[in-house]
């Protein structure tokens, strides 16, 4: 308490005629305030794979901010698992956390004094726990089986959405009044892309996650506020070079920080632009950093959702904003408290996640000149580094450390990485990077492992065993396919991985059914049961085995599907290349040609060798490739158990030919000829790009459409920073 009781006393003036606060007021709020720092530090625990621990000191408090701990506690074990037991007591718990915060805040508005000089409203922290409460549950009933609880998700979505905006504007409010700024300049973003080659001539962290502030008041520029409250919302000062430097991505070898030893304050520049002027009080970094990170999840996830999906959630009042997220997500990142790395968790995930699906992206120049659509390389790294010191003992940011290496085309340094880091202490994270250790080994065409860790897949978590075991039969099928192919037969191995395909791909659709969206079948599963079916068909059909009846490698077929070409290297591309040819086909002559000859099977074959020439470069031949399914008629992708997918996905892949071609034009350039690539060619090619995507954007429903909606989605957001950036008018 001794570091409470210096906190009011630092911030209290040295002479007032105001009568001082009462002994009763002082200590509620001093109360309050170790509370609330009691739940964050134990909720911090468990970003650092202590979550058995986490739930036991929160248990010991009473108060709505232990609630809201207990409640994410419950909520991370149910959404990294889907598993719907936990999903129903995670739904219970954050709706106790809302009531009794939702009695703590009309307290708290109905005890302030009028007059009193607030950045948020009186009761704001408790409205954040109700908001934080409210999203989650949206969150959890979205993913729910039923579809009345999905709309009552965004029932709540839209609450939670409401009392983050009132909160930020309130923050806004509160900083014009002082004649501050909470805007990120594109000086700042550029400056802070490149924070991990330089600092700046104070020594002070050079990264947009400060905000911009100038002319600081000085009645809150009190020094003794932070250094006496530092605890678990101290922020380092260390630039990120120097992190990098004390921290090997590549080792377990982290050191712990001293337990009670915070991370040392950033200092105030000379111009007073660091937050610590401003949010120097416990309850406003608590709700700060909070809405900061809450807001801005909100407004990312809702900038992703498919096309058709935006323009409904936009008639509701329900509008993303992929930028201001993305800031306000680094903005939060950057506590040391649970708020500050649910931040980074969430920007790891969106950049080593969800951005992996894209390919229309800013370029690497782009991102380094503030480009915040694009993918930050080392300013991930640095912030891996930052979480990593913070939470040493943690498997998910070593999982997140491998996908940051997949990112970057070192497939084999994150498969080292993955296979180094299959047990943590939350079977939640040892399910997610048994995941990606699966698809790295399937992107590196290591087919026996492939296979065994899909297989792990279903042991370690229930999301999708369709699509586990369907992915391992198409591991075992080339395998297969391997053995027959062998120059030195051996009857035996043939037989035994034909029986074993058959085995895993007849096992897929059996249990299929038991995980739902929006009280619909998973799209995978129905894409799986699609195959499954056709296949079988086409056994009957050609009086052929169902295993020697598939066609183009479903393996590939996967890779393209989870963009794997985006993370492979010349020799993994070169291989997809040889997997997709016609000659792995195992069936008869006869039944070769008939398969050869469906139209909706040669647009498969030809989409994932176009997306496999594109990374290799060769974009004519991907153009040629992609000409050819764009002659099809529309008529021969219907049917039960026709591949709907490839035509929408071919006109994807044509824009992200253009986005290349605008981006490295010398890929175009025909050596007996010489063009020019000037600003009139460059806007051609943006506009060519723009025009492909609108028309996926317009696209009837067909399976995977939501998996084609967010690179599509990403595209378009490239698009619009392109156009605003280059001073072009929409097309």
């Not at 380094?368 to 930052?386: D, E, M, S």
């Not at 998910?396 to 970057?408: K, P």
């Not at 006869?590 to 647009?603: M, V």
């Not at 954007?697 to 967010?710: C, N, P, S």
Request: proline share 4%.
């Amino acid at each position: 308490m001794s570091r409470i009781g210096a906190w009011f006393r630092g911030s209290a003036p040295k002479s007032s005629s105001t009568p001082s606060l009462t002994v009763s007021q002082a200590d509620l709020r001093a109360k309050e305030i170790a509370a609330m720092e009691d739940a964050m530090a134990s909720a911090a625990l468990i970003m650092n794979d202590d979550i058995e621990g986490a739930e036991e000191r929160l248990r010991k408090g009473d108060s709505s901010f232990h609630h809201l701990g207990m409640a994410v506690c419950i909520f991370m074990r149910s959404i990294l698992g889907f598993e719907k037991e936990i999903m129903a007591e995670a739904s219970s718990r954050l709706t106790d956390c809302e009531n009794t915060s939702w009695n703590e805040m009309k307290k708290a508005q109905k005890e302030a004094k009028a007059g009193e000089d607030r950045i948020y409203p009186p009761g704001s922290e408790y409205s954040l726990v109700i908001a934080d409460s409210q999203l989650m549950s949206a969150i959890i009933a979205v993913l729910h089986e039923s579809l009345t609880e999905a709309l009552r998700g965004f029932y709540r979505l839209r609450k939670a959405y409401i009392t983050l905006d009132e909160i930020m504007q309130a923050e806004a409010a509160y900083l014009k009044k002082k004649g501050l700024s909470s805007d990120f300049s594109k000086e700042q973003l550029a400056s802070s892309s490149s924070s991990t080659s330089g600092t700046r001539d104070n020594g002070t962290d050079d990264t947009d996650t400060d905000l911009e502030f100038v002319d600081a008041d000085e009645a809150h520029l009190g020094a003794q506020t932070p250094l006496n409250y530092e605890g678990h919302l101290a922020k380092s000062s260390d630039p990120p070079e120097k992190r990098l430097s004390k921290l090997s991505l590549n080792s377990n070898a982290t050191s712990k920080p001293q337990a009670g030893k915070p991370s040392t304050p950033a200092s105030p520049s000379s111009t007073g632009d660091s937050i610590s002027d401003i949010f120097n009080n416990p309850v406003d970094i608590f709700v700060h950093s909070g809405a900061n990170m809450c807001f801005g999840s909100l407004l990312l996830l809702l900038s992703m959702v498919p096309p058709t999906f935006s323009r409904l959630l936009s008639i509701i009042g329900f509008r993303g904003d992929r930028e201001r997220g993305i800031r306000m997500l680094w903005q939060s990142s950057q506590f040391n408290n649970i708020n500050g790395a649910v931040g980074g968790l969430m920007l790891l995930s969106y950049y080593n996640g969800l951005l992996s699906f894209a390919d229309i992206l800013p370029s690497d120049e782009d991102v380094a000149k503030g480009a915040i659509v694009g993918y930050p390389r080392a300013r991930c790294k640095a912030l891996l580094a930052q979480m990593r010191a913070r939470y040493p003992d943690s498997g998910l940011w070593r999982f997140e450390e491998a996908r940051i290496l997949g990112n970057n085309r070192d497939l084999h340094g994150a498969l080292k990485v993955l296979k180094s880091n299959t047990e943590s202490k939350m079977r939640q994270v040892t399910a997610l990077n048994n995941f990606e250790l699966a698809l790295n080994s399937m992107y590196v065409h290591d087919y026996p492992d492939m296979r065994d860790n899909f297989i792990r897949c279903v042991e370690l978590n229930d999301w999708s065993p369709t699509l586990y075991y369907y992915i391992a039969g198409c591991a075992e099928l080339e395998n297969y396919r391997n053995a027959f192919h062998s120059e030195k037969k051996d009857e035996s191995q043939i037989q035994l991985h034909k029986k074993k395909t058959e085995e895993l791909f007849l096992k897929a659709p059996t249990v299929a059914g038991k995980k739902r969206f929006l009280a619909k079948p998973l799209p995978f599963e129905q894409f799986v049961a699609r195959k499954i079916q056709k296949w079988e068909e086409r056994s009957k059909e050609l009086g052929i085995d169902l295993v020697d009846a598939v066609g183009v490698s479903p393996s590939e077929e996967m890779i393209y599907l989870w963009n794997g070409t985006k993370k492979m290297q010349t020799p993994e591309l070169e291989m997809s290349e040889k997997v997709l040819q016609w000659d792995r086909l195992t069936a008869p002559g006869e039944a070769q040609k008939k398969i050869k000859a469906e139209p909706d099977e040669q647009a498969t074959r030809d989409l994932c060798r176009a997306a496999v020439a594109r990374e290799l470069g060769k974009l004519d031949e991907a153009r040629e490739l992609l000409d050819s399914i764009l002659a099809m008629d529309k008529l021969v992708f219907k049917g039960p158990t026709k591949d709907d997918y490839p035509l929408p996905a071919a006109h994807y892949e044509m824009a992200a030919l253009a986005w290349v071609e605008a981006q490295k034009p010398e890929l175009r350039r025909d050596d007996n000829e010489e063009e020019e690539y000037g600003e009139d060619w460059l806007r051609e090619k943006v506009d060519e790009c723009q025009s492909w995507l609108e028309k996926v954007a317009k696209w009837e429903a067909f399976v995977l459409d939501a998996r084609i909606g967010m690179r599509v989605q990403t595209g378009m957001d490239t698009i619009r920073w392109y156009r605003r950036e280059h001073g072009w008018a929409a097309a």
